[in-house]
């Protein structure tokens, strides 16, 4: 089973939980010049309920002290939690091959303890794999925030200027709860951070370079991080390209809308051509206009939960996230469920307690402004024009979540790395999330530091989507064997 990693997938996925405990402020802090190989104490990773413990056999942890503020190295600290396992072949090691996590807000150590075979055999027996929760995330300092409060987070989908200025107010209520149950991580999350904390692991593991495999939001970092530290990595495989690159709010938004467009385009054209799938000899454009009218009227439920209404933003986002398979049949029938659906009748449940928010990192790597509500409403008019079915970006959340909030101390700006061993770089010509053009963007900026290997299929994430991509970026990692410019791997079709 293919094992994508998920940009976004935290947007609308916010696992709700009793009162968290904040870590305390602790000892010690591991700089990037450390060297001494009993830093990390590796023990056992636990096992969750309800997991096989076979698929976390083998995974060990560790906790880093690492500074909130790498600019204020003396000041307080957190807990970095990693997560490693060791190579299968030890006589056949070539090194310790960092990946980063996408999301933001998907969990690194999650994926060495039981996603193991996202990685190739060949580079489980060749590498030690390590991954962190990135700080902020999961069991690194999570950002915690007062629940009930979370949910009333407004809708992406701003209709007045009344309910602009009133999502602005709530941002920054929202923004003063989390700081204050956070910490003062809550402000120092952004990736220029994380990139020191890397550094900080590599020097713990007393490794004098690090091969990086950075998936969609991750990309981010492996980028920053050759910017940084150019000497200290061995090999960049930057997967599902995030453009950092210097862009306006209404540029990405109209790059991020015409990139999900084009997916749910590839799927429209294969349910036409297949006659298995559920929608078969149907308007499918007219079908989901349709579905897209009665969410606006609160007469859809929503696919996950029956009893709750759909939004038009959050029925756009649920198919988004079917394109990342792609899934298409089940999109499909979801979509031929849903036409026949009644009404839904229940109210969601108000929560209590602390919750998790994981999008805050983007709002420190992002700055896309938005100065009143008719500059907004004049960028979803024009999306709404240039684009056949999705009229709502998905990641249009992003923007709104981070109104009124203090500049990025991360914003955008094209990525300037000089390397002895070009990056390689690999994504699929119709990714939903990470368009093709994002990977074609960070390739012109990275120059003959960079090679742009095509994936023609679909679906986000694409090292294990066919023979071809995995054994060109299992050639590269543990041979340094720089594929040629212009490589392109045939699509797989999807079979489910």
């Known amino acids: 089973m293919k094992l994508r990693t998920p940009t976004w997938g935290v947007i609308t996925g916010l696992v709700f939980a009793g009162v968290v405990a904040l870590p305390a402020t602790a000892s010690a802090t591991v700089t990037a010049t450390a060297t001494a190989p009993d830093v990390l104490q590796w023990t056992d990773c636990e096992v969750k309920p309800k997991e096989d413990p076979l698929l976390v056999a083998g995974s060990k942890c560790a906790t880093l002290q690492l500074p909130v503020d790498w600019n204020r190295p003396n000041g307080p600290t957190f807990g970095l939690a990693i997560a490693r396992r060791t190579a299968k072949d030890p006589a056949a090691r070539v090194g310790t091959l960092f990946f980063g996590p996408g999301g933001p807000g998907d969990s690194g150590v999650d994926r060495i303890r039981t996603g193991m075979d996202r ?4 580079i489980q027996n060749r590498f030690d794999i390590v991954s962190i929760d990135p700080r902020g995330i999961a069991r690194s300092n999570p950002i915690v925030c007062s629940a009930p409060l979370l949910m009333k987070q407004p809708s992406p989908l701003i209709t007045s200027r009344a309910e602009f200025a009133e999502t602005i107010r709530y941002n920054r209520k929202l923004a003063k709860d989390c ?14 951070q994380t990139v020191r904390d890397v550094d900080a692991i590599r020097a713990a593991l007393s490794e004098s370079k690090l091969t990086f495999h950075g998936s969609s939001y991750g990309t981010l970092l492996g980028q920053q991080y050759a910017e940084r530290y150019p000497h200290r990595l061995r090999a960049l495989v930057l997967e599902s390209v995030f453009d950092h690159g210097d862009t306006t709010t209404g540029d990405w938004l109209d790059k991020q809308a015409a990139t999900v467009q084009d997916s749910f385009t590839e799927f429209v054209k294969w349910c036409n051509e297949t006659t298995t799938c559920s929608l078969h000899g149907r308007d499918l454009h007219a079908l989901w206009a349709d579905l897209v009218a009665r969410a606006g009227r609160g007469e859809l439920p929503d696919p996950r939960q029956p009893k709750l209404k759909a939004t038009p933003f959050t029925l756009t986002f649920g198919a988004f996230r079917m394109l990342y398979g792609p899934r298409w049949p089940e999109l499909a029938d ?5 036409e026949v659906s009644e009404p839904p009748t229940a109210e969601p449940p108000v929560p209590t307690g602390l919750a998790q928010n994981p ?3 983007f709002c420190r790597d992002f700055s896309l402004p938005v100065r009143s509500y008719d500059e907004y409403a004049a960028h979803l008019r024009r999306i709404a024009r240039n684009t056949e079915d999705v009229k709502i970006p998905p990641t249009l959340i992003a923007v709104t979540n981070c109104l009124g909030l203090p500049k990025a101390p ?3 700006q094209d990525v300037r790395v000089h390397l002895k061993t070009p990056a390689l770089l690999l994504n699929s010509l119709h990714d939903p999330a990470t368009g093709y053009s994002s990977a074609q963007s960070v390739a012109r900026q990275l120059g003959r530091h960079g090679v742009l290997v095509t994936y023609e299929g679909w679906g986000h994430g694409s090292y294990d989507a066919s023979p071809c991509t995995l054994q060109t970026v299992d050639n590269y990692l543990v041979a340094l064997k720089v594929p040629a410019r212009g490589t392109t791997c045939a699509a797989v079709p999807p079979t489910g």
């Open 119 to 122: 990685f190739s055999d060949t």
């Open 410 to 412: 991360n914003p955008q």
């Open 334 to 338: 979801m979509l031929k469920q849903l």
């Open 359 to 361: 999008l805050v990192p």
């Open 179 to 192: 700081r204050t149950h956070t910490g003062p991580l809550y402000d120092h999350v952004d990736t220029l």
